[in-house]
């Protein structure tokens, strides 16, 4: 059994057909999820549906894609949601300077704000960080720190991943280390240690080998991720299926089942 530790089962995508979605995910044995929300709308719909739907775990913050259309006020709306039992972690925020879809400034305002927020209510965050490693790395430094701290969909150097776990922070791996050309990403697999390492299939995105070419990306194939990263660390999928949905129920403190 799985557990998909980040994904967006209320993306456009994925949740006009949510019911057959969960459904094949539950046959292909991921049978919990955690839905990331993206700003304050998002979060109430991904509210709602893990409402309706067993084993739905909702994560709310804002992506730094949509930091610029942060209106005033947000902090505290955000704060009220993240303070609820049913919202396990903040996020996923940080920095994105390869779109720019929001200015640099704007970015690592939100971003800080929401890492204060994170440390008040006591509960981890999930950072999206792309070309922006070092900048991320220096604000987590110099803001008050969460429980924990997991770099999503880690695309990474050797070295880069070596300065996350050197601060205690979690890596989550998506379906990009299943890829022909991923021969340093899968070493970073090889070497995250054991006890925070988490798998994601950011669906609808990143669909892995050797579905690479299904659109969009679900969270029934996170198995493909999770074969190839125990091939990596030359253990079998069981004992990887059991240490990651370990770690994934401990990082956000997810519910007993």
Not at 205 to 217: A, D, F, I, K, T
């Amino acid at each position: 059994m799985l557990i998909d530790s980040h994904c967006h089962l209320t993306s456009g995508e994925l949740i006009p057909r949510i019911d057959d979605v969960l459904a094949r995910a539950h046959s292909a044995g991921v049978t919990e999820f955690v839905t990331i929300a993206t700003d304050l709308e998002d979060a109430r719909r991904a509210l709602e549906l893990a409402a309706r739907c067993e084993g739905i775990h909702v994560v709310c913050g804002i992506h730094p894609h949509e930091s610029g259309k942060a209106c005033d006020g947000w902090d505290a709306a955000l704060d009220e949601l993240v303070r609820r039992e049913d919202v396990y972690a903040v996020g996923e925020m940080g920095l994105d300077y390869h779109y720019d879809f929001s200015d640099h400034a704007t970015q690592q305002r939100v971003f800080r704000r929401q890492v204060e927020l994170a440390a008040e209510v006591g509960k981890p965050i999930v950072i999206h960080c792309r070309e922006a490693h070092e900048q991320v790395l220096k604000l987590l430094a110099d803001c008050p720190r969460p429980p924990n701290v997991v770099f999503h969909c880690f695309t990474g150097s050797e070295a880069e991943a070596r300065q996350i776990l050197d601060r205690g922070y979690w890596i989550s791996l998506t379906g990009v280390v299943t890829f022909k050309r991923a021969d340093e990403l899968r070493e970073v697999a090889r070497q995250v240690t054991e006890d925070r390492l988490m798998l994601e299939t950011d669906s609808p995105y990143l669909s892995p080998e050797p579905v690479r070419n299904v659109r969009p990306n679900e969270p029934s194939h996170l198995v493909h991720t999770a074969a190839c990263v125990a091939r990596a660390r030359g253990i079998s999928l069981a004992e990887l299926s059991a240490r990651t949905t370990e770690n994934t129920r401990r990082f956000f403190n997810l519910p007993r089942r």
